[in-house]
């Protein structure tokens, strides 16, 4: 069994790897958002006169150079985080069900079904990724064309206050992430729960398919926060310090974003009649 100080450890490795990330994913949205600084002042000292529509057109092409770069940059993080850093992050978590349960780690291979079991996990966590990027990509195109077309006017001498960058800004905060209830965040919190909740998940995927299929293990026993419910946070079935069925564990391998849930194989538990799942350890 492993020590709390090793379960500590291997906890602290994923959070550090989780904020690497997050503060790397960040940065690139940091590099686009100095981009949209540059463009507005840019735009902010042209007036009509002779020039003015080649220095529109050289500053706004100056920033979708900058945009295209985001694009790419930040698809390379995000398929490097689904083809090789969460593959890792599962393979950590198996290890480390294997030690809770006192079992040789050499137990633990890339074998056909954790091979099908990671790829369309980090396939969906890309697409999740990837999606923000796009939308990213989208809110800065528009934010450029009306930026664009609001200095034109100011050339042509049909404005003469100049862009409003405050306005520009407040309506296309490229610093932030838009979710489904129109909320916006901002893109470093954004980035840490949306990585967190995917390495807990692949980790935990991890460990409990190891269980399964190595260990031929029947029950979990979940380890979470004291007030966590088991589906989802506020859920009144309290996930702590009880034993699941391994199916119960592999369809809720986390309840929430921010889940501090991990798991432990129980495979001294086969065969006993009296357990159902939600039962405490």
Known sequence: MTTPVQD???REELLALILLSSQRLAREWSRLTAAQDNLLRTLERIRPGRGSTTRIRDAVNAFNRHLAQFDRDARAFAEKWAATDLPAVYRDGALQALRRANRDLALF?????HQAAITPLTATFYVDLVRRIQETVRRAQAFARIAQDDTREVAAGRNHEGID???LVAEHPLGTVIYADQSRHPVEAWARSAL???????AN?????TARWELDAEWMQCVDGTECGFVNHPDTDHADGTIRSIDDAAMFPAAHHGCIRSWIPRPDLNGRTDIESGDPA
């Open 8 to 10: 500590r450890e291997t």
């Open 165 to 167: 960058s405050l306005r």
């Open 205 to 209: 995927t991890g460990a409990v398919n």
């Open 196 to 202: 967190s909740w995917q390495g807990v998940v692949a």
């Open 109 to 113: 291979r890339w074998t056909v079904d």
